[in-house]
Structure formats: C-alpha cells, structure tokens
C-alpha cells in the first residue's frame, strides 16, 4: 500500500509536536489530509483508523489536544516503522570526563534551528542573529556545540571571533579535547581562535601550547600567543618582538607590553614614546596603565601639542608627522578618567582654535575633534565644560556633546540645551544646510543611545531586552516626542512613541500607510512595524497583518522574518485575526508565521 499521506501525518505531526500541542486543535494542514486518508481507508482500514485519530486532534480543545496528539504520534509511528534494531555489540567502557557535564537545555526547536545555520552558512546578518541570540540564552548546549566549532573556521571573521569569545566558553574545560583535535599550530586564522579559545577556558593548560607556538608556529597563531604572556619574565622577548617587520606582531607585543606590570617594560614604552617621528608602531603600548609611562605619555603629549603649533604648514614633511604625532597621543588617553589626564585635557579644550588653525588644511579638525571625544569620557567636569560650549560647534562636534550630556543623566537639562537644534533645523525659514545636519546629529545622538531601533531583522524578542529599551526611553524628558511629532522627525517619534501618547500613534500609522503604499520597497519600513508594536498602538495587530498582505502581495518574503518576530508581542486578543490569515495565505507563506502565532497561544 502506498505511505506517502501517512509520511505527510508524521510530518504534521512532528511539527505540531515542536510547536506545542495547544496549538493543533482546528489546524488547516492536518483538516487537508482527512480525505485522502478516507479514500485510502476504502482498501486499507487502516488509513481509516488514522483518520479517526487525526480528526480527534482537530476537534480537540487545549486539554485535551495533548492526548489525542500523542496517540495520534504513536499510531502513525507505529505503522511507519514496525520494525528496528538498537543497541551495539561490544564491552562497556567508561569514558574520560573532563570539565562538568553538559546536558541539553530547554531552547525552543526554532531558535537552536535558527543559531546552528547562522554558525555554519554563509550570508548577510548572521551576526547579529548569533549576537542576540545571546539573550535567550541557548548556550551551552551540546546540541549547538558541532556549530559553534565549526564556526570558528568560517569566513566571515566577526562571526568566529564572537563565537571564541563569547559563546564557546560557556562550554568551559570539557571542550578542550575536541578544540586541541583540530588545533594545529601552523594553520591560520581557525587555528589562532582555537590557541585563544584554550587559554579562555583553561589558561594553565594552553601554557605549553603557547610556548610551543612562540617557537615555530604560523604567523597568525604565534600572534595569538604574544597578546597572552602576561609574565615579567616575558618582557625581554616582547620588547624584542615588538621590533618585528610585521606589524600585527608589533602590536600584539605592545599589547601584552602595556598590561604587565613591569619597570623594565615601562622604561621601554618610555624610551619608545620619546623617539622623533610619529608613534603608529608602538600606539597599543601607548594604552598603558604603568604610573611612569602613564606620566611620560601627558608630557609627551603637551610636548606634540607646541610642536604642532611651532611647525610650518609649508614644511610639509615636518607638519604631517607633528600632525600625526598629536593625533595618536591624544587617541591614547581614550577611556582615561585620572586627574592628570584631566587637567591636560582641560588646558587643551581653550587652544582648540589654534590647534585647528595649525592643523591647516592637512588636519580638518582632527585632532580637536579629538580633544572632545576625550573629554566626553573622562569626567563630569570635563564633559560640563564640554556642553557649556555647545553653541560653538559644528555638527560632528555637537554630536559628541550631546553624547556627554546624556552620560550626566539630567534628562531635563538635556532637553533644555539641545531641543533648540531641532526647532532650528526644521524651521522653514531655515535654508543652511549647517542647521539640518546638527538637528541630524541630535536626533541621531537620541536614537543611539536608546538602541535597538535599526536591523530589526535580526533581533530576537526577549523581555530583558524589551524593558532596556523601553526604561532608556522613558528616561527622555517627554517633552522630546511632543517635539518630534511637532515637527514630523519620524526617527525620534519612532524611538520615542510610548503607549500613552495618542499623537505619535497617529503619526506612526501614517507614516507606515504611506510606506506600505510606495512604489519601491522600503528597508525601513519594519522600523515603523516596529515602533507600532513597542509604543502598543492600539490597531498593532491589523496594521502587522496588513504589512503581512502587503508583503504576500509583493512578493517581499524576507520580510517575514521580521514580522514574525513581532507577533509575539501582541496582545492575545489577535489570535482569531492571526489564525484567519493564515487560512488565506499560500502553505509556503504561512508556514513563516506558524511558530510565532503558536508562541503568542502559549505565552502566559
């Protein structure tokens, strides 16, 4: 007898199992295989009884669908597979364990599905899929672990060095074996992830390797174990490797060179720091912490500062490595919160203008645009000399002070000082172009600080995640949306809309109709989507399922992969919308939503 619709079952079936049994009661693929299963039950009576049993399932309700679905599994398995073998031949022998255990977590199918092809396929956005998949917390799982490995190969560089640094160590000791399996110390740039990956994980243990690769391993790899000596004793082969020819072995000896805490590594950095030229070969041994080299590095950079100002821009030679000499000092003392550094930074805020003026032409503000970036994270007197100033500035430099003012959390102050630059860049008698891009800078400076507003294709709905995002925004004075909506600035409405402010809700859905009915295809358009479902726009679940058309009707399938996402979030009350769409929708469509509209069942 022919099992091709009794194949279908098992697959429904398995499907409906994944998803959770609460969702199978009335379900239109199952209600599709009745017929054929009755046809063939004419000469097979039992295709009759697995139509019995399928017809159970979809006239079940949610207490008793887990029933009738698991005798619904155990009937067509049985008939599929009557017979089998299990079990090996052979003596039982123990196996070695190293580290603690690791057993399977309880991650969604979906989501283990989702991170092991983003680890081990190639493409745009597998990034930021593995980055937030992060906060649904699927790792350590031994069932992702052959993935992760893998990655550590691939192409994409960012990818395997996310997965080294962040996702394979929740594993801890038991995966050196495997890792020290492939290892090899000639290889390239898996191998070298591997070498750091060991010594995260077991640092004892990677000490032989290390000093193994330091004698005849590939570049790459020998790299890796340079940035790890963290021994005194290890200086003099550091300062000898830090006058290699290639410069990522420079810098991987000044790296481990600037966390030692060495006399004999400071004096180097010292003696280095005060060579003539510029200092781009010894910039990573420029971070150190060591007080000696520390001090030497802010007199250093005064000494560069007087030098620039003393050079001819005429000189061309001379000019370019003073200008490049200040630059590198001054992208040194990035993160420095001391007093020291302070007071540099405060006497050079007041000669940015003849800074600036020396730079000339070779410059363009380069290295005042750095004094500000330094003083926007040193300290709170650093960054209110900073925002006091803020009408003197251009727009890249307004940005960095409105990022200072947003770390001194006085969310009034801040409307307060930087609301006047989005009245002034939408005002319509407004034509320099010097206005809008400021009001571009302030509005951009609001978007990243709250975050999670772009590439909404790749983020991974999770409570934790959606309350950040919402208490940074309602740490804004609410006197910025009125603004925004004031003005039509959709990029500060969509941040900022909030569940109680009927004006933005009214702008949002214009804004999103307007786009739904474009022309060409809008990137943004899941930005708007977005923002409907975090403000709770009241009509959230009609507006999503009119994008879901839209995009059925456009043939723009890629969008389902965010939409879907945000189908989760709706209120439970959309379920009989949800479930009649999917009825419509063509099977290869609407298995794109089937999961999320099964989650939304299940949520509490």
Not at 291 to 316: H, M, N, Y
């Amino acid at each position: 007898m022919s099992i091709a619709v009794l194949a279908q079952v098992y697959d429904e079936v398995r499907r409906l199992s994944i998803a959770g049994s609460s969702v199978a009661p009335g379900d239109f693929r199952l209600k599709k295989l009745i017929a054929p299963l009755e046809k063939s039950g004419e000469k097979a009576p039992v295709f009759k009884k697995v139509a019995e049993s399928v017809s159970k399932v979809i006239e079940s309700n949610e207490t008793t669908s887990a029933e009738a679905l698991l005798d619904l599994s155990t009937l067509v398995n049985a008939i599929l597979y009557t017979q089998g073998e299990v079990g090996a031949e052979g003596d039982l022998e123990p196996v070695e364990q190293i580290g603690e255990g690791i057993l399977p977590k309880r991650t969604p199918a979906s989501l283990l599905k989702s991170v092991a092809t983003a680890l081990t396929t190639a493409g745009s956005g597998r990034l930021e899929l593995v980055q937030e998949s992060l906060a649904q917390d699927p790792f350590p799982d031994p069932r992702l672990l052959g993935p992760a490995i893998d990655a550590l190969d691939g192409s994409y560089y960012e990818v395997g060095d996310l997965v080294e640094k962040a996702v394979l160590p929740q594993y801890g000791k038991s995966i050196v074996p495997i890792v020290l399996e492939k290892f090899d110390r000639k290889g390239g740039a898996g191998d070298a992830r591997r070498l750091s990956l060991l010594h995260r994980v077991d640092p004892e243990g990677a000490e032989s390797i290390i000093h193994e690769v330091l004698e005849d391993g590939s570049s790459e790899v020998k790299i890796v174990a340079i940035s790890k000596l963290r021994d005194p004793k290890s200086v003099p082969f550091l300062i000898e490797q830090s006058k290699a020819k290639a410069s990522k072995v420079r810098d991987a000896a000044f790296s481990a060179l600037a966390e030692i805490d060495s006399d004999e590594g400071a004096k180097y950095l010292i003696e280095r720091m005060k060579e003539k030229g510029h200092l781009r070969s010894i910039r990573e041994g420029l971070k150190s912490r060591h007080p000696k080299a520390v001090k030497v590095l802010l007199d250093e950079t005064r000494a560069a500062w007087q030098t620039l100002l003393d050079t001819k821009e005429t000189d061309k030679k001379a000019h370019e490595a003073a200008h490049t000499r200040l630059v590198t000092l001054l992208s040194a003392l990035e993160h420095r919160s001391d007093k020291e550094t302070e007071k540099l930074l405060l006497e050079l805020f007041p000669q940015r203008a003849a800074i600036t003026k020396a730079e000339g032409k070779h410059g363009a503000k380069t290295c005042s645009d750095c004094i500000l970036a330094r003083m926007s994270e040193c300290s709170d007197k650093t960054r209110e000399l900073l925002i006091a100033e803020h009408e003197t500035y251009e727009d890249y430099e307004l940005a960095i002070a409105a990022r200072a003012a947003l770390q001194q959390d006085d969310p009034a102050k801040f409307y307060d000082v930087f609301h006047v630059y989005i009245e002034s860049g939408k005002n319509a008698k407004t034509k320099k172009r010097s206005a809008q891009s400021k009001a571009e800078a302030i509005t951009q400076a609001i978007c990243n600080e709250i975050g999670s507003v772009y590439h909404y294709w790749y983020e991974i709905i999770n409570q934790e995640r959606e309350q950040e995002v919402v208490r940074k925004r309602d740490q804004f004075d609410p006197r910025w949306l009125d603004l925004a909506v004031k003005h039509n600035n959709m990029e500060l409405v969509y941040a900022l809309a909030r569940p109680d402010h009927k004006p933005a809700h009214k702008a949002l859905e214009a804004e999103l109709q307007k786009r739904l009915k474009a022309k060409r295809v809008d990137y943004h358009l899941m930005d708007f989507v977005q923002a409907v479902v975090r403000a709770k726009h009241p009509d959230s679940a009609d507006l999503i399922i009119e994008t879901i058309r839209n995009a059925s009707k456009r043939g723009t399938g890629y969008y389902a992969y965010a939409l879907a996402r945000l189908i989760p979030a709706l209120d439970k009350s959309a379920l009989p919308k949800l479930e009649a769409l999917l009825s419509e929708l063509p099977d290869n469509e609407a298995d794109r939503y089937v999961l999320a509209v099964a989650e939304l069942k299940n949520r509490r």
